[in-house]
DNA sequence: CATGAATGAGCGTTCATTCAT
DNA sequence: CATGAATGAACGCTCATTCAT
């Protein structure tokens, strides 16, 4: 019945944990939770076990690897947490649309609202994404977040926009890409004085996305 | 001040290195491009002086740290390389612009064909600016490389278009972001199937730009 | 005495596993196999209750040590169960011999037959005589499996050889060390080209054990 | 004029370590030395480094890692140097003998004494052969130590004692193996009571050689 | 200008084992 | 009979750095 023959500890192979009780999907919660603080507050390259463990209050960094196995198994649980809590506050936001600028601005505008109030999951994606590698030394998540799934999901409505002839013709990839990018850089100007409110800085970017993306009168 | 002060050694508050003869020139640019390649390759976390080592061909370790000191003052010295490098390639393409337009798409057309063509040295420079921290773990140069001189070149351009009446009304801090942010990403579409060449790149942000910025009829 | 008496679960004192029941002795032999594989392939240093676990496809480590208590005492009876069936194959051969000379080719035969058809046992034994050790460092079994059945079985043989006059006089210790070593040596001239048969080696190690061990005419 | 452009330690690929100095000779020495005593008192898997600089007598283990790089290259530094000093010992004490049975006599009186005499040495060969092991798990330094010089001196002479028609025939690895283990083998009977001497061992040896391998006449 | 020797702190990981059901 | 959760200790190794020449 169990899906992975186990160690009674998390495998190389295996997504999960030991076992799926509530006792360990708490902990594993609690243990996510204090990495993606640690990521977010010093960084990929000192976020250790050691400093986990103090911020989880856990007895010992052996109930990491226990948990998860690896730290790149560790990393990965985080990325995939952080990105469902993430799919799951945006996507219905822009179920309603209809039209390819409607779903565009809502799309912002949620992803906008999010970046700025999660801080600290946004910040601990990025750093695995930008700094996660293979032995080899290659990115393990792709040369940037860009792969993403709050990337990928822009495309789509990109290319709905220029079918139904509401966009203008341009390249929808690197469209997408300059748009996620500038929603990402969208907190530098919420923290760095003078200071833009959200609502401003959704504002600027909906007008700005529109425009760059009209159809031509 | 310093203990070793006398030794001959690079000091912590002097950017220069042991003295500034040509020899020791020639070492400590070898250690730079050995570094710049490291950083870009396989980033700030496994980029060690044993492998900056390895990659100058150099004898020891204890050559860099002679040369610079401690880790981070090679890497502010690489990072301030590197940026001069890329100043110097593209500041006097901007020089004989009259108008903010055409300045902004001078400034655009020659920062992506830098990147494309400087890729290790983009790479080295996101490396430590998104990853180099203080002992109390904030980022020691901002929060990303947008505090940097391509980013800040940009405002003044766009503030200078809004005056003279060229470009509408916008945050000029959150537009420079963007257009920065669109340039840097521009890489990932060149280097990502159906691939972008450096022309249609160029093509598409300067219109983009173009679009984002210009006052409304 | 213990304080995990009464749960059922291998006592440090007891050579017996929890229960006797049919299943709980199918479970050992099961461990037991695993280990003797392991020890052979790997070696005592790598041979861990995670690698153990892996190759007797069992659901966790924990298995291990409810059936047999401390690795120590796994130790242990792999080796009990490896000797007992060594016992069982050779002992039976030797028995209608009459003649010291009869008896001592008669074991060697079987030895060097049982040696060369159950390598992993023979492994396995060596592995754990010559690594495992009590908490001071000491060899539990002593110096080489020199202790070992096997070797104190030669012994009688010669001293009743010496006695009806059969062989010559020497020292019936080191010439069964010898003897035993000779023979455990043998799988080595049966694995390195220019290959030996077992005949062969069982002919040239009778052979040689008749004209070390007999009287001078 | 450095064989190897290194990193100031020892490398994984060069067998020397940093520099060659006087001073790091005595360390390594200082160390190897530390790792044959504890090797022989306590086994390979209870040698650590941290269990090495104790012994030595060191500051810290990273002194080992410093001049030895891998915990298997000061394995197979020891390993080297317990096997020169052997040699060194026992090669000479052949050199004079003309007939296959003199150097025969004087090989294994040689090797008994040496092995009697430096019982860490040869205690840490074994533990080295017998457990040093590739990442594949496959013996590094073949399958006993049989294959080390040892026992490779010995088939020369079993040969040319055939040629010359001293000794009858036989196979001489198996043979070459058989002595080589009963030397071996003979310090069990050194120090398990009824103890025998060294000479006394040497005697009954040589006579058991002798008499497996003359010419019948 | 360049090197040699040494070093302490920290890393992720693996170990067998124990307390619960 | 079997498992889940947890754990402390130890492991080899790598890090940047410092004190000597």
């Given amino acids: 019945m169990r899906v992975t023959e186990g160690t009674g500890e998390a495998g190389a192979a295996s997504a999960v944990g030991p076992g799926r009780s509530p006792a360990a999907r708490a902990r594993r919660a609690q243990i996510v939770d204090a990495a993606i603080e640690t990521l977010a507050e010093i960084g990929h390259g000192q976020t250790t076990f050691a400093r986990i463990r103090e911020r989880a209050d856990i007895s010992s960094t052996r109930l990491i690897s226990y948990h998860f196995g690896t730290k790149g198994e560790l990393m990965s649980a985080v ?31 949620a992803q906008v609202e999010w970046v700025a109030g999660n801080r600290s999951s946004m910040r601990a994606m990025y750093e695995i994404c930008l700094n996660e590698r293979d032995a080899d030394g290659t990115l393990r998540y792709g040369m940037a977040p860009s792969a993403q799934a709050n990337v990928e999901a822009l495309e789509p409505i990109l290319r709905a926009g220029q079918e139904s002839g ?26 760095h004085p003078p200071c833009l409110t959200v609502a401003q800085c959704v504002d600027e970017l909906t007008t700005l996305a529109h425009l760059a993306t009209r159809r031509e009168s």
């Fill in 166 to 191: 509401e966009f203008r013709r341009f390249d929808t990839g690197l469209m997408a890409l300059t748009l996620k990018s500038a929603i990402d850089a969208a907190i530098v100007r919420m923290t």
């Fill in 79 to 109: 990325l995939e947490e952080a990105a469902l809590r993430a799919h799951q506050a945006i996507s219905h936001r822009v179920a309603g649309e209809t039209t390819a600028t409607g779903a565009l601005r809502a799309r912002i505008e």
